[in-house]
């Protein structure tokens, strides 16, 4: 989760330069290091390794220190130069995430929300597997237009964002067309907790989980709910999104981390199985939905003694 931003799931992020740039200087500092250690392992000191480049040698420093950020053609020729083409990937992939991140940082500080949905839905569009895990909230996805307002209202107040929180709540629910579509398939797997905050009024909140009982049985929608009682063999740290298993959504406070190293797609996938494999599916989900749906409506009818 990018600073300041309604993520896929609908969570209310900080909006904060400061941490977003510390967050762009870190993974900056990380990629340095990784060349420093290319190099390294190469045998060649910094002056000795310009040479071969034709680089100035304080171009050197400044990647390996993270004071500067490297090109697609810095990576190839450092690379190529140290022996090391085989890591070139994976660190192009680790160039282009830092670039992505810092392109968000920019982009959320200037515009509503509404952008951030339309973003989404290109990527929907892409998409035919969805693999969804959420702790705290119910994924936008799944969200009702007033339930995706109340979590919309939230980041607008907080955050100072531009409102234009109809334009968003449409594009959320526009979102939701494609969960009707037999050609992608979605799998979600919730907690027991993500039906229990109080993130809106009970009335709301009871007609988000009609609607949840109604979206898991689409024939293309796997819904999983992990009860209070169920021993985790992965713990439900964060929620993530995976897409195609080509590209990772993980959502902090401070920054929307967007993974698309081959070996950081393979830890969630594994996590996701996991975690899949402790939630109750089917009836069982239902019934469970169902009890927390019997727990929230007397509040309902004593607001309206």
């Known amino acids: 989760m990018l600073p300041g931003i309604m993520p896929p799931d609908g969570t209310i992020l900080p909006l904060n330069s400061s941490s977003g740039a510390s967050n762009v200087h870190e993974a900056r500092n990380a990629l340095g290091k990784r060349l420093r250690e290319l190099r390294q392992a190469a045998g060649v000191n910094g002056r000795q390794l310009a040479e071969s480049l034709s680089w100035p040698p304080s171009k050197i420093s400044k990647l390996e220190n993270g004071r500067q950020t490297p090109t697609d053609d810095d ?17 192009l992939a680790s160039l282009h995430t830092l670039e992505v991140q810092h392109a968000e940082w920019q982009r959320i500080l200037r515009t509503g929300l509404k952008p951030r949905q339309q973003e989404h839905i290109e990527w929907d569009q892409k998409t035919r597997l969805f693999q969804v895990f959420e702790a705290t909230v119910l994924p936008g996805l799944l969200q009702t237009a007033e339930y995706a307002r109340a979590r919309f209202a939230e980041g607008i107040r907080r955050l100072k964002l531009p409102n234009d929180i109809n334009e968003a709540v449409a594009a959320r629910v526009r ?121 929230l409506a007397p509040e309902t009818s004593e607001d309206g003694d």
């Open 175 to 295: 979102r939701q067309e494609i969960l009707y579509r037999t050609d992608k398939r979605f799998h979600f797997v919730l907690t027991e907790a993500a039906l229990r905050f109080r993130l809106c009024p009970t009335d709301v909140m009871l007609g988000q989980l009609d609607r949840l009982i109604s979206f898991s049985q689409l024939p293309n929608v796997r819904l999983g709910i992990v009860g209070f009682e169920t021993q985790y063999a992965t713990s439900p740290w964060h929620g993530f999104w995976i897409y195609d298993n080509e590209r990772v959504l993980v959502e902090t406070f401070s920054a929307a981390l967007d993974l698309r190293q081959p070996q950081e797609i393979e830890l969630y996938g594994n996590a996701f199985e996991q975690l899949a494999a402790v939630a109750s599916y089917g009836r069982s989900a239902r019934t469970l939905i169902n009890r927390v749906i019997d727990d």
């Open 75 to 91: 990576i190839s020729a450092w690379t190529r130069a140290t022996n090391a083409e085989v890591e070139a990937e994976a660190l």
